[in-house]
């Protein structure tokens, strides 16, 4: 399932495609809100990982405005929930996800997105 916490993680390899093909772009997305079970350490873990600005753009682009535009120095327990909010419980169902550089489309159907190249796609 597309969650934030998968899409800060997915770049585009299509053939040819190095540069500027991350963040991935949101296009006619359908999202489900789903509660998951707070959990401050492993958010606190995964926090070092992420990439901040895709993160919040990509929290933008599906109307989600929580998250400051700069990353804390100071993390405390209200932003940890918050950030727990974006990256586990927002769930894009339906749409597509669009590379920046050469507009290659990935499909998501039921949750799942479809990140699988054509042959002549291939690099």
């Given at each position: 399932m597309v969650r934030l916490i998968t899409?800060?993680?997915?770049?585009?390899?299509?053939?040819?495609?190095?540069?500027?093909?991350?963040?991935?772009?949101f296009q006619d997305v359908s999202i489900e809100l789903r509660e998951a079970e707070f959990n401050a350490d492993f958010i606190r873990g995964f926090l070092p990982r992420l990439e901040w600005a895709a993160l919040v753009g990509a929290a933008r682009q599906l109307g989600d405005t929580s998250l400051p535009a700069e990353q804390p120095e100071m993390v405390d327990d209200e932003f940890l929930q918050k950030l727990h909010h974006v990256l586990l419980e927002i769930?894009?169902?339906?749409?597509?996800?669009?590379?920046?550089?050469?507009?290659?489309?990935?499909?998501?159907?039921?949750?799942?997105?479809?990140?699988?190249?054509?042959?002549?796609?291939?690099?």
């Open positions: 899409h800060n993680l997915l770049a585009c390899h299509a053939k040819g495609c190095t540069t500027n093909n991350f963040p991935l772009q769930h894009v169902e339906e749409g597509a996800m669009v590379c920046p550089n050469c507009k290659h489309v990935y499909p998501i159907s039921n949750g799942i997105p479809n990140m699988l190249l054509a042959e002549h796609e291939i690099g």
